[in-house]
């Protein structure tokens, strides 16, 4: 049986959206992790504020990391902790593309000890 073209459309729109995001959130913990280095700071902080600012309409959509994960996010950069965050990007960014948020409450704490949590 075939499907409508409208119905295949919407499901690939769908995949399509999820990898997207899924794929912002990588970007983003790599250019934390640039910046942790020590890297170009004021590039990276725009560029990091930049995929903040594409990934906030996607994430008011989401269950996961929520608004008080993706403040904490936003405070880091604010903050200039660069450490926390590339810890919290990676968290986010490994729970996503592995799905473990929804089994582990660890990927919803805020604050990470001495090591990123690896779901």
């Known amino acids: 049986m075939n499907k409508p073209a409208t119905e295949l459309t919407g499901v690939r729109s769908y995949f399509s959206a999820t990898e997207e995001r899924v794929e912002r959130w990588r970007e983003l ?11 170009q700071s004021d590039k990276l902080r725009k560029e990091a504020s930049a995929k903040l600012v594409e990934l906030a309409p996607l994430e008011d959509l989401c269950g996961y990391p929520g608004p008080a994960l993706f403040a904490r996010v936003q405070e880091r950069l604010n903050e200039g902790d660069t450490a926390g965050l ?8 490994m729970s996503l593309l592995s799905n473990s948020y929804r089994d582990d409450p660890e990927a919803w704490k805020d604050e ?8």
Do not use: F, W, Y
């Open 29 to 39: 913990h790599r250019v934390a992790r640039n910046m942790a280095k020590g890297g």
């Open 86 to 93: 590339e810890r919290l990007t990676q968290r986010i960014s």
């Open 112 to 119: 990470e000890e001495d090591a990123a949590h690896v779901p």
